[in-house]
């Protein structure tokens, strides 16, 4: 291994001499200790160094050594429950290895290498087989089936294949390359985090992702591939709202990186996620999880990689064919990393000091995200990752460059607001200020398997939502007398689609989760409502009348059944249409 010599630090950064033959983005242990950092910057033969742990007592004259490889995760069985760090150590081995206090210099695998796993291959001795390609499968948990893949860029001719109980490094099988010469599977592969992991081709990303929280999927929906990002105003419900995408939303894995600043931020997901149980299987929804958190006793350049450590895992289980989601909480701090770095290579700042890549970092980033046809020899196979990026900024400006950029790249915006927090109104998610720009792509999928009224239904209601608040503006300042009758049904209506539809309690065990059919009903309900209410003041009903009859109790309750109740949506529609009549209860 090469070696130089420290000639600067700068807080996470150190500048090297003599590691000519080291590339950009390159690992290096870094003094005695054996610190791991990375080459971020090369100029002849200095190299700068971001470093993944506190500097402090390296000096001059301190050793670098060269790894020859760029920073990776080790993809494999074991992942899956695991807590990591953002350059992927995990976090119970190290305490176990340091006590809480993480000291530095360690080193721990990212995959446990004693572990045995019971392999199951699927394929036989004598198959062409390319990168990609599945050749056997282990139980990882009770939840999840790992599949184990020819690593991308290897292909040859399957000699052997065993099945049995081995541990990530043993060869399971053995390859003929075409050139003659053999190379040993094993279940373990590694991957340069920068660098996105490969696939087939990019697929039309229409099918929706599912949450179960019907403003996010009637309203702003989400695709499986898509991308989306959640301001986090405080106590606006960020982390509820997070919490019920991982449980609920129909895809198998869940990435989550939490990149804190404040130490109790990521306890609080250190605590919190483990806690929460999968509603699909039963089990811990950790079986199906990759926690990578930043702590707060660990260096901004940790937090840069951690986005990458996470998004290359997601691929990962992509590329066996699994719907992912990955949240990434909060892009801002990640940003905030990349400033201070930036800054300490003494990089040309941009707006507000962030670097002028920032952009297309997050960009490049995002772009990871999408559903895609896996790489494979055989039948097509297709994976997605989703994307959740939730944005932080300071003071809650929404003008400043990191939302900025981001809301460039992403197609979603689920805009929470303290505003309806404070008025108890959850989820928190604005529907005047968010948007998808997914809903022509969700079209096709809406109108066969929910109902083809579903997207109008969804757009009527928007569109009384968006004439409440035009109409609010000149109830403020005249009074509710100024409005027509028909305005003030239409407010009515607002109010209904607002405390009956939107409103969503993630607490309660019958609210938390509405299928999209659900939603369909209980839109269809609502604007029912709305229609025959409209009719009967035409025909002389009086408003308070029609405001005030019974069946509205009715639909209030509606958003707690199910779709095994259509009876129930039946009598509601048969009260609607004979409590809204025009005159003293007389049908008009
Ligand atoms: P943040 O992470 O934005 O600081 P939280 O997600 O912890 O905020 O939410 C703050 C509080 O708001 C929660 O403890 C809960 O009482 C309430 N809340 C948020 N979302 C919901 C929801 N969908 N249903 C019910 N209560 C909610």
Known sequence: MERGTIVKVAGPLVVAEGLTASRMFDLVRVGEQGLMGEIIEMRSDRASIQVYEETEGLGPGDPVEGTGAPLSVELGPGMLG??????????DVLERIAGSYLSRGISAPGLDREKRWAFTPIVQ?????????????VQENEVIEHRIMVPPGVSGELVSIAA???????????????????RDLI???????????????????????????????????????????IPGPFGAGKTVTQHQVAKWSNAQVVIFIGCGERGNEMTDVLMEFPELVDPYSGFPLMK??????????????????????????????????????????????????????????????????????????????YERAGKVETLTSGETRTGSVSVVGSVSPPGGDLSEPVVQNTLRVVKVFW???DTLAYERHFPAIDWLTSYSLYLDKVRPSWDADVSPEYRARRDECMAILQRESELAEIVRLVGLEALSAEEQILMETAKSVREDFLQQNAFRDDDQFSSLKEQDLLLKTILLFHEKAIEAQAEG???????SAPVRERIARAKY???????????????????????DGKEA
């Open 541 to 547: 009903a009086p408003l308070a009348g029609l405001f």
């Open 82 to 91: 695991a807590v990591y760090d953002g350059v992927q150590r995990p976090l």
């Open 288 to 365: 199906r999880t990759v926690l990578v958190a930043n702590t707060s006793n660990m260096p901004v350049a940790a937090r840069e990689a951690s986005v990458y450590t996470g998004i290359t895992m997601a691929e990962y289980f992509r590329d066996m064919g699994y719907e992912v989601v990955l949240q990434a909480d909060s892009t801002s701090r990640w940003a905030e990393a990349m400033r201070e770095i930036s800054g300490r290579l003494e990089e040309m700042p941009g707006e507000e000091g962030f670097p002028a890549y920032l952009g297309t970092k997050l960009a490049a980033f």
């Open 561 to 583: 059944l199910t779709i095994d109740d259509l009876a129930v949506y039946d009598e509601i529609a048969s009260d609607i249409e004979t409590q809204l009549v025009s005159e």
């Open 125 to 137: 001795a004598g198959a062409q087989l390319v990168g990609g390609d599945i050749i056997g499968t």
């Open 187 to 229: 279940m373990m592969q590694t991957w340069p985090v920068r660098v996105p992991r490969p696939h087939a081709r990019k697929v039309s990303a229409t099918e929706p992702l599912v949450t179960g929280t019907r403003v996010i999927d009637t309203f702003f929906p989400l695709v499986k591939g898509g991308v989306a990002c």
């Open 415 to 417: 805009a929470l607001q």
């Open 164 to 182: 049995g109980e081995f541990t990530v490094t043993e060869p399971v099988g053995q390859l003929r390359l075409a050139d003659g010469t053999s």
